[in-house]
């Protein structure tokens, strides 16, 4: 049952993301600038050459023609090649991917245990006025542009991977308190708490653990926004990631380049979401059947 | 309401009134250089000083909070409200529309719609007056920013399909039509109000990081997000730290939105 | 803990003295190739720069050529021919022998249509092969189909490689030679054991050890990372930083006066332009492009835009260059009152504060310019009021760069734009497939296959001489009436010739700056670490 479970799901992740693929191809390919080259501009250049360098950039005009030989090529393991860069796909996400996958682990989990720790403080601690640090704190988050995060970072000499924690934070924090406040109220709690259970066990069992399935859809969100952050981020700080990488291929309309990253954010956003509609499911079979 | 969230609808009349009588409490226009006086400090005729092109910092501040607080609040309520038809539908719904939903959900939230961005600003006359093109940006954002809300507002939709007050309400013959509009949604207000407040600030940077790529607002009408962008020159606001005010600004203006729409949670109804 | 303490301060120390003889500075992105003869782009040419070994040199400081691989070179044939004298007894980086068999092989590779290089499409002046002789191993002659101008001067940019050598490209002539990559993060360049030159006092040049090349494309962190003490130089410092590193280092920084590049504006002429009618008038009218020229305050851009470093331009010659420039020509006055007496010769009108054309069309038009570039994006807020005091409205549009390259080269779905101009030549011939009304980089209007008017057809045949000659004198007359065509008709607006800024370190020495790319290391077989000031012109 949970094989057949995890094929369906397999096979769901698979078909979206061929089809994300192909649409994000499409988009690349609709959008203005698609297919020309800055060595246009080169008055070096003689005619013929700029005609070689325009029939080049033609290759990939026909959007289903690329897509049916990018996928011929994923079978064999070639992502193609990256003109702007001139090297293969394949040799670029090998050296970039491994840094950013440790910067989006230290973003998304530091940003969700921060937003996560903030909002239980906040809700065990029911003072008036107890939300105001936080809640000022998450504002400025928010407020701040992820490149400000990053350049100061930058200027007092902080790993950068710790910015993006920075930009996930206030999201987590301001849904994650909401969601335990609501708990915190239903009927089941204030019966806990009229038993005379410790505050703590208050919090963790049955306000914490009951909204935990609810907070894993935190995860999904966490991850598109890591990455979405660590774009800039890696732009600024200069560091050599896959975020870094997609600001490149989207200037350039690298389009192997562009097509393999959309590939890739779709494949960890569906497989991190997956995971968490598992939990969501498990828990609301559980509740059910407790019912 | 609370005293609090009756002082945070002060402070936002104030802004919201300052901006809209900008012609009349500044001095200077938005786009006037004053070529004498660059980068200035702040004075009597100039209160937060002059920019590197000599404008006025003040009436550029003020100009620019009318156009992000009425756009952005706008386009958040968009995506809001498309995120909370669609999430809430696919977990009110469940099943195989709720899987269909939610694959397309997670695809579109994987796509590249900067070129989409990109796209549109190449159709639009390049002699689009700035207004339009301002708006026409913050509504592509409202209808692109509603994925990741849409997520999390079916996820809360899932855990309230079964709550008593639902299965009460169906057993006593309420339309699954009503059930949603007026027993599930309003049951899910904690959550959109959430998502509508993260996303205001969001889609005012997210105006500015586009200007990177020749979105957002054209020169020389003035946004937050095109001010905030100024902050990543750090030696430049260490020098003059009143060019923090843009973003002391839209702190304060994020906070009050966040006491205005906090609301006691209640039973569901 | 104190031992611990004093085996970190040795170990760094040790560390420090084992780098101390090398050169850091940063590229904005990874070379895209190390292929000598495939070099497109900035970064690819500064590896190429120094690790290259030459036939000749241009010296960026004194602006004149001087012999590297060659001893000697003479033109013959009119530019047809050139003839080499090789010096002897130079080496490959791996050690094999450099011989006239290397120079026929490199100019045969650099040749190849089907490689379609800008370094070998300079030499294309006509269809045919080049042919290399070697009558000794020591001579090399090399024979193109047609005249080619500025011959000596190509050879500049085409680094020879080995025939024989099994390390293909990766042998090289230069001070040094490519010893690691690390892709995103540098390149190490190490000195070449076998580099021919020699100072003086014959000792072996290169001082330096190695150049480290730190790709950064931040220019904030850059500009930390020089303050900290992490890098040596910077090429290149915009103005901003350049004020912000004079009051903090003020003999760490380099203005060594106006670059060859250029700000310009150009309207669209194009025929074809999706433009209405009425528009096309107003942008092929030449008084209405001199008016705007006029009308735009360049002193203002020059003081508010470069903080003071950069030079009004008057035409398609940097003050810098100073053989070719025409001293007759004069920039754009920046007055009201002559701009609006232009526009009324072109028929155009005040009525209220709004400009009107002959037919009552109110002027107001677009200008395009890339995205993400603060200059680029303040000039033209000055430029939008400028024309404001002549009733015009200026709608500023920036763009991404692909967006702005399809718009000006493709579509032509544009009206008017503000362009950056980069020149990495002195000779006007480099410039020719921009004058000439037939080439693809005519900006204004391409690909003409007859000169739509007069004055471009003028502008051809002058061009087209002064290529033909080999007599600089007459050269020089032909090109100058091409700069005064130019400031008469204005189909290019220049604005101004950014000064070349750097910022070099104390401990850097044998440094002069120069306006010409590189502006600091192009004697990097000559630079040393630690010591004194910059030398300063």
Sequence with gaps: MVVSLLLRQARRILLTVLLGGLLGATLVRLGPGFGVDERELDSRLNADSQQAIRAERARDNNIAAFYFRYITGLVHGDFGFSRSLNRPVSELLAERLPLTLVSLGYGVLGGVSAGLALALLTVWWRAPGADLVPALLSGLCLAAPAAV????????GAPSRWAIALVVFPHVYRYAKNQLVATSQSPHVVAAQAKGLSGWRVLWAHVFAPAAPQLAALAGISVSLAFGASIPIEVICDTPGVGQLAWRAALDRDLPLLVTITVLVALMTLVVNGLADLALATWNSTTRSAA | MTGKQKFAMVILGVAVVASLGAAYISRSSYSEQFREAISAPPSARFWLGTDELGRDRFARLLYGTRVSLLLAPAAALLSTVIAGLIGGAAGYLGGRWERIVTAGVDLFLSLPWLFLLLAVRALLPLNTSPVMSVMITFLLLGCLGWAAPARIIRAGTRTQVNSDYLVQAAASGVSRWRLFWRHLLPNLRPILLAQFWISVPVFILSEANLGLLGLGVSEPLPSWGALLRELENYSAVLRNPWMLAPAVLLVIVVSCLQLLLRTEESAPC | ?????????????????????????????????????????????????????????????????????????????????????????????????????????????????????????????????????????????????????NLAAQFDQVAILSVVSPRKESAVLGPFELGEYKPGTYVLLQRNPNYWKRDANGHALPYLDSIRLEIQQNRELELLRFRRGELDIINKLDPEMYDRLSAEMPHAVADAGPSLDWETVFFNQVDSAPLPEYKRRWFRSSDFRRAISEGIRRDDIVRIVYHGHAHAAAGPVSVANRFWLNPALKPGSGSEAAALALLERGGFRRSGGTLLDSAGNKVEFSMITNAGNKLHERMLALIQQDLARLGIQLNVVVLDFPSLIERISRSFNYEAVLMAITNVDLDPSAQMNVWLSSAANHQWNPNQKTPETGWEGEIDKLMQAQNASQDPNKRKTYFDKVQQIVADQAPIVFLVNPNALSAVSANLRNVTPAVLSPQIFWNADRLQVGGSLVSQR
């Design chain 1, 149 to 156: 995060i990053a350049l100061v970072f930058l200027w007092v």
């Design chain 3, 1 to 149: 803990m104190l031992i611990r303490t004093v085996i970190a301060l040795w170990l760094g120390a040790a560390l420090t003295a084992s780098a101390a003889n090398e050169l850091r500075f940063c590229l904005r992105a990874d070379p895209k190739t190390f292929n000598p003869l495939l070099v497109e782009d900035e970064n690819s040419a500064t590896v190429r720069y120094l690790t290259g070994g030459v036939l000749i040199r241009l010296n960026r400081y004194t602006q004149e050529l001087e012999g590297e691989l060659a001893a000697k070179w003479k033109v013959a044939e009119n530019g047809q021919r050139i003839d080499f004298e090789l010096r002897r007894g130079v080496r490959f980086s791996d050690g094999t022998p450099f011989t006239c068999q290397d120079v026929a092989y490199t100019m045969h590779q650099v040749m190849d249509p089907a490689l379609h290089s800008p370094v070998g499409d300079s030499f294309r002046s006509a269809p045919g092969d080049v042919e290399t002789t070697c009558a000794s191993p020591s001579t090399a002659s090399v024979r193109f189909p047609a005249p080619v101008a």
